[in-house]
């Protein structure tokens, strides 16, 4: 049986997480769920973040993911058409660069953000939490169609 | 080991509008390079030299270098950028970097 399958199998038997996340993870791994282990049902409160993301994070480095995204499209069809593709790499360097701006200029950007209803605070992103949220960008998806016919669609590949 | 990135070497700019003339612009940005070098390093000796100095008064912020480099370090992530709007009535813009 494979490695990780009988981990995440076990945390499953054990309680740690519960039947919906053990799914989860073997999806992750690329793996049909349909062999639990027995007592899986009655895992009720057990599965927390912490016990999940340590079972991601347990899988083997050569499970199957998808490569990494390079670009951030965006797509408006309509009565206008709109193609944008932006590469990541620059929205990644532009998330690092608000931790060298300095704090007064800092400051009056956030303030702007904040008026214009994003209230984001660049001082407590940290550049794994930017690689992370760049690399599970792969999984979004936004697609917005309105009464008018004009549909939007964000992506990343 | 990191790779080094260069800037964009071309830059294309098309806009269309109907009954007017087409503009359209190939910029080989590539033969701009050695000027941004140019000023690249004038900025970040200027950088450098403002940092010292902050340090030296005291200042609570003295990172105009690392600043410079994360600006400088935007240009070469811009290649592959593309906008494309085309509107209702025909007009066109088009932007490639590469």
Known sequence: MNEDRKRILGMLAAGTITADEAEMLLDALGMPAADTAPGAASAGAGGTADATSAAVGAASPGTARAALPKYLYVRVTGDDRVDVKVPLGLLKAGLKLTSVIPPQAMDQITQSMSQSGMSIDFDNLKPEDIEEIVNELREMEVTVEDKNGNHVRVWCA | ?98
Request: net charge positive; hydrophobic share 60%; charged share 15%.
């Open chain 2, 1 to 98: 080991m990191s790779i080094v990135v260069l800037p964009p070497a071309f830059i294309n700019v098309r806009v269309h509008k109907e009954g007017e003339a087409h503009f359209r612009l190939w910029l080989p940005f590539f033969l701009l390079w050695p000027l941004l070098l140019v000023v690249g390093i004038l900025a970040l000796i200027a950088s450098l030299l403002a940092d010292l100095v902050l340090l030296l008064v005291g200042a609570a912020y003295h990172g105009f270098t690392r600043l410079l480099l994360g600006v400088l370090k935007l240009l070469p992530e811009t290649r592959g950028t593309t906008v494309h709007v085309r509107a209702k009535d025909s007009s066109l813009v088009d932007v490639t970097i590469r």
